[in-house]
């Protein structure tokens, strides 16, 4: 198998992109779309009465964790 021509040498500094700790926009558009979502008066009371019942679903708990935070990390 041929070599081929790398257009830098071996442990060249990386150069461009984005800074490190800046999200990136899917990020940003998952959490937007995640509280949207959440603070909906109509969604929140169908959330609570499944709440409620014992039928809420994985997911609901995973878009608070998207919008607001995962509160386990620390």
Known sequence: ????????ESGHAKVGGRRRG???NATHQIRSIAR???ED??????LRQRLIAGSAQRI????YAYAYGD????
């Open 60 to 63: 609901e708990q995973l878009l």
């Open 36 to 38: 949207g979502l959440l």
């Open 22 to 24: 800046t999200p990136n």
């Open 1 to 8: 198998m041929p070599i081929r021509d790398r257009p830098f």
């Open 71 to 74: 509160p386990d990390v620390r």
């Open 41 to 46: 008066p109509a969604y929140r009371r169908s």
